[in-house]
């Protein structure tokens, strides 16, 4: 027994060629849109929230599992960093997986408090990735060596914390498992849009009803009192996601950065606009004089190796320790500071700050390592645009990194905060008791919508489909799809009314 569906228009009402009345499409088309991105990328979203919450404790967990090597076993200071150095190397050189006999240290980053490590990095064996590092962790009071361990990124997170890193990253898939969180951050934005254009009416409704501002809003986003099953897990639905609408829109915008594909348009249009990082001049031709306030040459010289090629080898006395005091003579002031020696004899030195805690200090300085006089310079302060300190600061609060413990514990509550909007959402789809007799969807609205309407929403969402891959390429799967089953009046999916 077939349902008839269709009802006459009101009078006034503008109908469309199939008998359809046109107004009122909006709502039902987010409803419907609302509910079928939850249903179909709340998965992703979820093992994204999961894994994330895991991310967030990494650092914490990092400082247990690897006490011994971040830990000096003294608050000593009685080697130099040139010597700690060369215990460094000669370990590797015992070891003799370099595939030299003439190992190099690519960086060093030395012990930034009393009782740390300093932390050696030299090239990763080949068939690692880019971002690996061998780090050897030595002790600045007696040269101990504590540990021989492989670094990953920038950011220097140790096994476990790259083991978590991938699983959040990509599900240790490799390059295919990347468009699982490209998906997830190309639509969690478009759902929490959805789920706000949704609670809006029941606000204005209430504001209409002489309902001060302060009672309107409890009264709207909190279950009402007495409600029971679907009704009240919708209140709290609804409270949830107007919690973490903020967080929500800022984790998309910040992990599409990291994806495959829209990250490559994100890193274009970035350059495009000048807003990268800026990086300081390693070039020793004609700087014999530091370059001044312009920085001609950011972006020309790579401020951090990544190579086996091996750093210059310098006299004892006018090494790291050397290069060290200078940069604190040119502003580099943190305590946390990598230094990076120069490929070649025509290349300067590079001392960069390591610290993305508030205040950052990611400060970095070029120093000719003859005479000890400023190459180049470049101040987080002064020459990083107002972009490219936000996205800075974006990509450190999202690993956790800019706040500390403080960052990572709100990052471990909205990723939970998150898992429970997508159970509950799935909970309230269950409460609908689908069945085959009655499987109602929500009311189509796009394909009831007038033509300035298409106009309106399709152009800016053709363009931001160019830019994020995977939100436009199932947007019109999507639509398509919606229009096949509005077309035979028979969805698959029960009615979903907020």
Sequence with gaps: MSINTTTRPERGARTTGTGRRARGWFRPMILRLHFYAGLVVG?????????????????????IVYAHELNAGSDARNLTVDDQVHRAVDHVRREGSTGTDNPQPIAVRPAPEAGDTTRVMFASPPGSSESDRRAVFVSPADGEIRGDLTAYGSSGALPLRTWIDHLHRDLHLGETGRLYSEFAASWMWVIALGGLILWLPQLTSRLRAGMSRRRAIRESTLPRRGARGRSRLLGWHYSAGLGLLVAMFFLSATGITWSAHAGDNVASLRAALNWGSPKPNTSLTGAAMPTGGEHAGHGAGAGHSSSGSGGMSMPTDSGYDAVLRASHRFGIDSPKVEVVPAE??????????????????????TIDPMTYREVDKVSFAEDYSLPAKLARWGVDIHMGLWLGLVNQIILFVIAIGLASMVVSG?????K????????????????????WAWLALGLPALYLGIFLPLFGIPLVAFMVVDALVTRCRRPLLPRMDA
């Design 43 to 63: 998965p992703f979203i979820l093992v994204a929230a999961l894994s994330g919450a895991l991310y967030a404790a990494a650092p914490q967990l990092e400082k």
């Design 344 to 365: 070649s004899m025509d290349q300067a030195w590079t001392v960069q700050e390591v610290d993305p805690h508030y205040p950052t200090h990611i400060d970095s300085v």
């Design 426 to 430: 799935y909970v309230m789809w269950f």
């Design 432 to 451: 609908r008791r689908p069945t085959l007799r009655r499987p109602k969807a929500p009311r189509a609205g796009a394909s009831t919508a007038p033509w």
